[in-house]
């Protein structure tokens, strides 16, 4: 794949509309990152369509609660920015695709990769309190305890990986609430 990270991450920005520092903003995109690289280890899903998916899948939320639409308007971001910011076959665009359209409303999907991506989402439930329950994860590295906690610690402090700001080109002071 070719994929310039940071410009794709500065046009996502110009668009997105909600506080970049809320629940839905950067530091979850960049934790679904980590946890979809994580999990890939083990599942050998496609890297490529779990890095987009993490920046796509919450890019057009118009709300931080009851918004079930966005998950479709994320792909339709990725259908406007394919070739332009990124490339992929058509194979991997169609789980990207669907992995952005139904992460807000299925459980479960057949694909290893559309799983890992929705796990990799799932699993970072803790920023807003909740823990993440196995019933709606797919991939057994997923459900396993300890994966699960190293997931929680980091969502629950809403942790900011330390490759952020010079990978996606975002200054730390901008994620860092007060
Ligand atoms: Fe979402
Ligand atoms: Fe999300």
Redesign the pocket.
């Known amino acids: 794949m070719s994929i310039a990270m940071r410009p794709l991450v500065e046009r996502i920005v110009q668009t997105y509309g909600l506080p970049l520092d809320g629940c839905?903003g950067i530091a979850?995109w960049a934790r679904?990152l980590d946890i979809g690289q994580r999990l890939a280890d083990t599942t050998e899903a496609d890297r490529d369509v779990v890095t987009l998916f993490a920046l796509f899948?919450?890019a057009c939320r118009e709300n931080e609660g009851h918004d079930p639409e966005h998950g479709q308007r994320g792909a339709e971001l990725a259908v406007e920015l394919r070739g332009e910011y990124f490339e992929l076959s058509d194979q991997q665009f169609s789980r990207l695709v669907q992995a952005c359209q139904g992460h807000t409303c299925q459980r479960h999907h057949a694909d290893i990769t559309v799983q890992t991506c929705w796990d990799s989402?799932r699993l970072d439930l803790g920023r807003v309190g909740v823990y993440p329950n196995r019933y709606f994860l797919n991939t057994e590295v997923a459900k396993r305890d300890e994966t699960i906690r190293w997931a929680h610690s980091r969502a629950a402090f809403m942790m900011i990986p330390e490759w952020l700001p010079e990978r996606w080109g975002v200054p730390i002071p901008i994620l860092a609430k007060s």
């Open positions: 839905h979850h679904v899948h919450d989402d």
